[in-house]
């Protein structure tokens, strides 16, 4: 456990005692409160930091996450919200001793509607899940990240997380119609909304979009959810240059536009690695310096086959594309996306990780994984970039085989102050949790970090709600 939780000086918040413990247990239920083998808790899904809480708290309704937060603001007693604790900023994990609390329970989704397309689910369902009963209704969930299978829906609104679909449907502002959220002082806030159109008053549920548990913990939320596609094809194509890439993306928006529902990037280096890590991976193509997954998601499989086909085809007739397959087998679609969601837990499977997570003009996109290259040279062992190309979300990675304090100062703050000298953002999708908020500033200015205080003061004036996160 390598950086800086162990150098935060506690918060002046109340220590938990037998009385609170024998309280949540006469609220919950003794099998809902747990104060033993916590670490799956207590450690972030990076292994970067270990906090260390007493108590998980596993609330079974609305209500009992009210009570529970009453009592904790009553007492000044820290709290953490905790989803599938696959936030890859150390926003999900106590960085003291904050009580944990979990929304595992909170888990079903409550309503599917055919005709409005509307989801009402509770925070804690798994995002697979979540779509798996969207898919019954020939419905499809807006958002899809490699950490489905763990996850939490409630998690993904709190982190405002991207994924693969953002270029299709926007992102989790746009999807998300309604949030109920729990406010510090035990107060439940009502922001549920059956329809896109409402403009009454303040859009306050955005405050709980992307908040990542500071402002009120989310137990509730409605989701437009599109139509399935009847038709998904991949493309996975070798390119020779960025320059290409960027081309075949433009061709992409021009010849695929209204079929167009992922375009994902993957470098020589993450590529190399998620093949050398896991056998099992199957590539149709190798040794080209880029590569790109192209999805297409219709109603129509002869006709968005033809536009696919034609499109690689008029690629590689321009030499832009230099190899590539095209596939609308569901079983080889999955196995083509496999190596695209892979790739970033390769490279945290057997050594340690900086990665980061950042928005960059397109022009300049990939420039910073050259310039990361020279500046770690032989001191890291893979420097590659990856990501959601077709939203301008680059992932850099630098990995080397242990933390070391040498490439981290080569690294930090150097790719902060690269991406805010292109106005870029420094973190695109992943949040700022407790790994980022030394670096908000290169992203906000002054008067905006004073103003998220002052709204994180009016909401939560203890400062119980996920403390050490976000803002300094
Ligand atoms: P957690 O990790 O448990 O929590 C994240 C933050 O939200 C914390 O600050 C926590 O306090 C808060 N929180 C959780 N639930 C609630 C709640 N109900 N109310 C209030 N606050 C809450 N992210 C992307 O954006 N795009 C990707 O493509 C992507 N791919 C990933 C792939 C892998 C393999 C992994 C491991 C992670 C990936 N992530 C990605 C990061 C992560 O999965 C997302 O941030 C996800 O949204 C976190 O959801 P979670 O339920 O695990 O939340
Ligand atoms: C992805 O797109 C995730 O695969 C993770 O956002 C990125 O680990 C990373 O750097
Ligand atoms: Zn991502």
Redesign the pocket.
């Known amino acids: 456990f390598t950086q800086k939780s162990d150098h935060v000086q506690r918060g002046n918040y109340a220590t938990l005692n037998d009385k609170d413990v024998a309280h949540f247990e006469q609220l919950l239920g003794q099998n809902h409160v747990l104060t033993e083998d916590l670490d799956g808790y207590n450690i972030?899904?990076?292994k970067r930091i270990r906090g260390n809480s007493k108590l998980v708290l596993k609330p079974g309704s609305t209500a009992e996450v009210a009570a529970i937060l009453r009592h904790c603001n009553e007492r000044k007693l820290a709290v953490?919200?905790?989803?599938?604790?696959?936030?890859?900023?150390g926003?999900?994990v106590p960085i003291c001793d904050e009580i944990v609390l979990s929304?595992q329970r909170?888990n079903k989704v409550l309503s599917v509607d055919e005709v409005t397309g509307i989801a009402v689910v509770e925070?804690?369902c798994i995002?697979e899940n979540f779509d798996h009963r969207a898919k019954e209704a020939g419905l499809t969930v807006p958002l899809?990240?490699?950490?489905k299978a763990?996850?939490?829906?409630?998690?993904?609104?709190?982190?405002?997380?991207?994924?693969?679909r953002v270029v299709r449907y926007g992102n989790l502002h746009g999807s998300v119609l309604g949030v109920e959220?729990v406010l510090a002082n035990g107060q439940v806030l009502d922001l549920m909304s059956d329809f896109k159109k409402d403009n009454t008053g303040y859009h306050m549920k955005h405050l709980?979009i992307g908040?990542?548990?500071?402002l009120?913990?989310?137990?509730k939320l409605s989701m437009l959810c599109p139509h399935a596609s009847k038709s998904v094809n991949v493309a996975f194509i070798g390119l020779n240059s960025f320059a290409d890439v960027l081309k075949t993306f433009v061709n992409a928006k021009r010849n695929l536009g209204e079929i167009l529902s992922s375009c994902e990037m993957i470098d020589e280096r993450a590529f190399q690695t998620a093949m050398g890590q896991y056998k099992f991976l199957n590539a149709p193509i190798a040794g080209y310096p880029f590569y790109m997954l192209i999805e297409t998601s219709g109603s129509n499989g002869d006709h968005d086959q033809e536009k696919i086909n034609q499109f690689i085809g008029d690629g590689m007739e321009r030499g832009e594309i230099l190899d590539g397959t095209v596939t609308g087998d569901p079983g080889k679609v999955q196995e083509i996306w496999k190596i695209r969601?892979m790739v970033?837990?390769a490279l945290i499977e057997k050594s340690f990780c900086f990665k980061y997570?950042i928005s960059l003009p397109l022009r300049d996109f990939y420039s910073i994984v050259d310039v990361m290259r020279e500046r770690c040279g032989p001191l890291a062992t893979v420097v590659c970039g990856y990501g959601?190309l077709g939203d301008s979300n680059l992932h850099l990675n630098v990995s080397c085989e242990k933390f070391n304090d040498e490439i981290y100062k080569r690294v930090e703050p150097f790719v902060y102050e690269y991406t805010s000298k292109l106005k870029g953002s420094i973190s695109?999708?992943?949040?700022i949790?407790f790994l980022k908020k030394d670096y908000l500033h290169y992203s906000k200015n002054p008067v905006a970090i004073n103003w998220m205080r002052d709204m994180k003061k009016m909401f939560d004036p203890n400062g119980i709600l996920?403390p050490y996160?976000?803002l300094n």
Request: glycine content about 22%; overall charge negative.
């Open positions: 972030c899904f990076l953490v919200p905790q989803g599938g604790n696959t936030g890859l900023v926003g999900s929304l909170l925070a804690g995002l899809d990240l490699g950490a763990s996850c939490h829906i409630g998690g993904n609104v709190s982190t405002n997380a991207g994924g693969v959220a709980f908040s990542e548990g500071t009120g913990v989310v137990t969601e970033p837990l997570d959601h695109a999708e992943h949040g949790g996920n996160k976000v």
